[in-house]
């Protein structure tokens, strides 16, 4: 049976985790079904319960994915579902945003047969979903999204050491490899797919299975997970995630202001969450911050990570999250086929959607430049960006770091996509 806590436990629980270090690893890691949050609250303009789809780390040194699944209430439905196979399911069968209204939100011409073609981005998650090329095969049926499987060099999966030596498999991380690989697909449907499993969600495991993804040639590196900051994460910052002209995105978390790690990493793009309606104005959304009673998108400053250059806020003397978002509220969430512990279609949210949304949207803008940073590549073109005024995920006194305004803020970073201009290196 499923035993809830509240965000507040959840925050303290991860809190918890952090006093050891970052360094330590070898020790068991509790199970998705183990204690996942199931809280009820208000989000945007509807009422859904969630629950984790992964369970607060056990052990220092662990991390847990960003993904929330929608257990209850009326989240909304795509409005804009798009082509669909004729052998697919009714549209009314599936809730929560699709290919079509991703790409209409943010303004990206995925459906062009040359955008993103060629292009590889990679999820790095823990243990193993035996069921992920088939489940992705039907939401790409679906949404009437290209095949993407290992036989047409589409899709791969691999273990830590780029081998075929899955790691257990796991109904939790199962989800969010689910989220992950539908919210790839459907922002660059044409996007080759390279799923890496970490044997184990420590910090050390995960960290391989990024440089392992980098070394088989990924581009674009999504992490859907994080935890609480430790003064070791500096070391984990140049053992995993400094690689020079790699497009690594990571969630900044789904507790409310405060910071996770890797997200406070200077090497990834930070990607925070918002609550995405459609609307009759010219853009045809809006979005705020994505907040609630102790849930909502991370954000804010880092304890012990410099200030990246690129970086120019000034109340914050360190790095802060995020840089960009986008849409992350469960109650305004994305429709996910997941077979592995659940019954097909679902509606996903938190920071766990957006960061691949936003390493696809790298994926589409080309491959960054050699030896750059692309994490700074959206400061350069701040006005190629949706930027979100509106909305809180906490108590910071009233600051930018906890409460969204116009240009830089903590929550939204400097914006959700318009396009791809933000982010070419």
């Keep these: 049976m499923r035993t809830s806590i509240t965000s507040a436990a959840r925050r303290t629980a991860l809190a918890a985790t952090a006093v050891v270090g970052l360094a330590l690893s070898g020790l068991a890691v509790a199970p998705a079904d183990a204690a996942p949050a199931a809280d009820a609250h208000g989000h945007g303009s509807h009422h859904v319960s969630v629950a984790r789809s992964c369970a607060v780390p056990q052990h220092a040194g662990y991390l847990a994915c960003n993904a929330l699944r929608v257990t209850g209430g009326t989240p909304v439905k795509a409005h804009a579902t798009g082509a669909r196979s004729t052998n697919a399911a009714p549209a009314a069968a599936v809730s929560g945003f699709g290919p079509a209204d991703i790409q209409g939100a943010y303004n990206l011409a995925s459906a062009a047969a040359s955008s993103g073609a060629g292009q590889t981005v990679a999820i790095v998650d823990a243990q193993d979903d035996p069921n992920a090329e088939t489940d992705l095969a039907t939401y790409r049926s679906q949404f009437g999204l290209p095949a993407c499987t290992s036989a047409n060099g589409c899709f791969s999966k691999v273990d830590q050491n780029g081998g075929t030596s899955y790691p257990s498999a796991d109904s939790g991380w199962a989800g969010e490899i689910s989220l992950d690989l539908d919210m790839v697909s459907a922002t660059c449907p044409n996007c080759n797919i390279l799923l890496v499993e970490a044997n184990t969600a420590s910090t050390d495991d995960l960290g391989t299975a990024v440089n392992q993804a980098v070394t088989l040639g990924a581009k674009f590196v999504s992490n859907s997970y994080g935890g609480s900051e430790s003064s ?10 400094n690689h020079p002209g790699v497009a690594i995105t990571a969630s ?4 409310g202001y405060g ?14 969450g918002t609550s995405l309606t459609a609307d009759s104005s010219a853009r045809g959304w809006s979005e ?42 469960p109650a305004t969430g994305v429709a996910v086929y997941d077979t592995y512990g659940a019954s097909g279609w679902q509606v996903y949210g938190g920071t766990s959607a957006s960061s691949p949304i936003i390493a696809s949207v790298y994926a589409l803008a080309g491959n960054p430049g050699a030896n750059t940073t692309p994490a700074s590549d959206p400061y350069a073109n701040t006005s190629a960006l949706n930027d979100v005024t509106s909305g809180t995920n906490g108590d910071c006194g009233g600051t930018y770091l906890c409460t969204a305004g ?11 996509p318009n396009g791809t201009a933000a982010f070419v290196g």
Excluded at 232 to 241: I, K, L, M, P, S
Aim: proline content about 6%; charged content about 15%.
């Design 232 to 241: 070791d994460e500096t070391n984990a910052d140049n053992q995993y995630y």
């Design 288 to 329: 705020s911050v994505w907040g609630g009673s102790g849930d909502g998108t991370g954000s804010g400053c880092s304890a012990y990570e410099a200030k990246p250059s690129w970086q120019t806020d000034s109340g914050c003397a360190n790095r802060t999250v995020a840089d960009v978002s986008a849409v992350a509220d």
């Design 252 to 255: 900044a978390g789904d507790s």
């Design 259 to 272: 910071v996770e790690y890797p997200a406070a990493s200077p090497y990834v793009t930070s990607v925070g």
């Design 406 to 416: 116009p240009g830089y803020d903590g929550p939204t970073g400097l914006g959700t």
